[in-house]
């Protein structure tokens, strides 16, 4: 089945604490990204990576890093999270040109 | 910065009415897409079209693209419960995906 795994689905943690949301999509995508979600400011892009090794900052940056050293996988890290990034958080993969496969979101709450 | 814009922001219709989203945007682009999200959960494709279609159908689906207007509009025919859910339109800005702020649309049974 062609999905999008994000993991964990419910996370709280404490400021300053590292953390990484991993995400995996099966389904060979070239193209990858992180949204977050929050109330009244819809989904905007944190990071996106074209390929493997091709990362670039989307709207939201400030805060987060990424890899892609495989196709398959784009972890999130949030080396020290504030509760300013308390938020729904999306994974998603397409190709290039098409309708993108989200995962089931993460939500994360700094305390 | 925010790329498609979404109106209304609510709608709420009769089960078997029409629903109407649109969606403006400020730049060019390559395609234009629509989204469905139920409360809190992952995102669904819903349709995708090219910035030279004018109009795209898929089930009681119909999108309509004005590059001119620089807006779009989903048609929902025929609305059932299950079509309860916030609706998102999407463009490509460069090779980022902008997102607007959706139009929640609730079927009253």
């Known amino acids: 089945e062609a999905q999008v795994t994000q993991n964990p689905r419910y996370l709280i943690t404490v400021t300053g604490k590292k953390l990484t949301v991993t995400c995996s999509q099966n389904?060979?995508?070239?193209?990858m990204s992180w949204y977050r979600q929050d109330p009244g400011l819809g989904l905007r892009q944190i990071y996106y990576?074209?390929?493997?090794?091709?990362?670039d900052k989307g709207d939201v940056p400030e805060g987060y890093k990424v890899s892609r050293k495989e196709k398959r996988n784009f972890p999130l890290i949030l080396e020290s999270p504030s509760p300013n990034q308390t938020s729904l958080y999306f994974c998603?993969?397409?190709?290039?040109?098409?309708?993108?496969?989200f995962g089931q979101g993460t939500r994360l709450t700094v305390v | 910065s925010q790329q498609g814009e979404e109106d209304p922001q609510a709608l709420s219709i009769q089960e078997g009415e029409n629903a109407t989203m649109n969606c403006s945007y400020k730049?060019?682009?390559?395609?234009l897409q629509w989204y469905r999200q139920n409360s809190g959960r992952g995102l669904v494709h819903l349709i995708l079209?090219?910035?030279?279609?004018r109009e795209k159908h898929s089930g009681r689906l119909r999108v309509t693209l004005d590059t001119s207007k620089k807006s779009s509009s989903l048609l929902i025919t025929a609305s059932r419960a299950a079509d309860t859910a916030s609706y998102f339109c999407?463009?490509?800005?460069?090779?980022?995906?902008?997102f607007g702020k959706g139009t929640r649309l609730h079927i009253l049974p």
């Open positions: 998603a993969s397409s190709l290039p040109g098409s309708g993108a496969f």
């Open positions: 389904m060979n995508h070239e193209y």
């Open positions: 990576s074209m390929n493997v090794e091709v990362t």
């Open positions: 730049t060019s682009i390559n395609n």
């Open positions: 079209i090219r910035s030279n279609e």
């Open positions: 999407a463009t490509d800005e460069d090779d980022k995906i902008i």
